[in-house]
């Protein structure tokens, strides 16, 4: 059994969210002050996870629209952006490679969905704090304060794209290119595809269910926030289930609909995750960040 894989300092009985004022170290009580003189070597190597309900996601959806229709214009900004991003891309993919690069490419976004969505957590965060929910202050707090932890994390899911990238183009061999495609004939490509991408799929949830959102959050590293994550799905396995069976069910009504939809899903899963982030992980022990959004507590 992985090392990280510990038990939770305690199960809750009702669903609630950490108390984010409420910061513990050592079983004490932390001050603004005491952050200041946290020895870092002495930090857990993984915050602690509390057990989830399997409908659990649910609640965090429900959060997410709200988050949504309060700052809609920022949101669907936001989504416009992404959703081109992806549309351009895949079309590109068609018209310079084929159908099955093009599938690929939208595969791989799925890896690539957490980085689309970190822009995304500076506005639930503010909401949090009953700030105006200011898109350019949100922008500046994932790609500049935070840039650093981030793009290693970045990098991480970019080697994990270009691995299924070359698996990919190895899939491709089974896609029918002779006659006309029916459905029937792309089965064996459309089975090996999944199955092989289920895998690369499994691996970048479990490491991005929860990382970039305490990255945002608090001040640790980006080892310590991919354990944290590892441990908080594989203790949570029927809520993580259902919220990855959300979150690609969202993505692919977005595709389906020629990626309009995507323009209020992608705020809609970003705002879920950072909810979730905070009812699963009690990540009290860590600092705060010094500057940004969350270097202030969130309103009771």
Not at 239 to 267: E, K, Y
């Amino acid at each position: 059994m992985p090392a990280f894989y510990i038990q939770a300092h305690a199960t809750i009985a009702t669903p609630r969210l950490f108390d984010d004022d409420r910061r513990e170290y050592g079983g004490c009580l932390m001050t603004e002050s005491d952050q200041e003189t946290i020895n870092r070597d002495e930090l857990p190597f993984v915050a602690p996870c509390r057990k989830l309900s399997p409908w659990a996601p649910f609640g965090w959806v429900r959060l997410g629209i709200k988050d949504l229709l309060q700052a809609p214009q920022q949101s669907l900004i936001y989504g416009l952006v992404v959703a081109v991003m992806i549309a351009v891309v895949s079309l590109l993919a068609w018209l310079k490679g084929s159908q099955w690069i093009m599938f690929a490419m939208l595969g791989g976004f799925v890896f690539l969905a957490p980085l689309t969505c970190i822009g995304l957590y500076g506005i639930s965060a503010q909401l949090e704090r009953g700030q105006p929910p200011l898109l350019v202050r949100s922008l500046r707090a994932a790609f500049r304060r935070h840039l650093g932890n981030a793009l290693i994390f970045a990098i991480a899911l970019l080697v994990i794209f270009l691995v299924w990238a070359r698996a990919a183009v190895m899939v491709g061999v089974f896609f029918p290119s002779d006659g006309e495609v029916k459905l029937i004939d792309m089965l064996p490509y459309l089975t090996l595809g999944s199955l092989i991408g289920a895998v690369f799929a499994a691996v970048t949830f479990c490491a991005s269910a929860f990382s970039l959102p305490m990255i945002m959050h608090r001040d640790v590293d980006s080892v310590t926030a991919i354990v944290t994550s590892v441990n908080a799905v594989l203790r949570n396995k029927p809520a993580m289930a259902v919220w990855l069976i959300l979150i690609v069910s969202g993505l692919i009504m977005g595709i389906l609909t020629a990626f309009v939809g995507l323009i209020v899903i992608i705020p809609l899963i970003g705002y879920a995750a950072w909810h979730g982030y905070l009812e699963t992980i009690d990540a009290s022990a860590f600092p705060r960040h010094d500057v940004g959004i969350t270097a202030t507590p969130r309103d009771s």
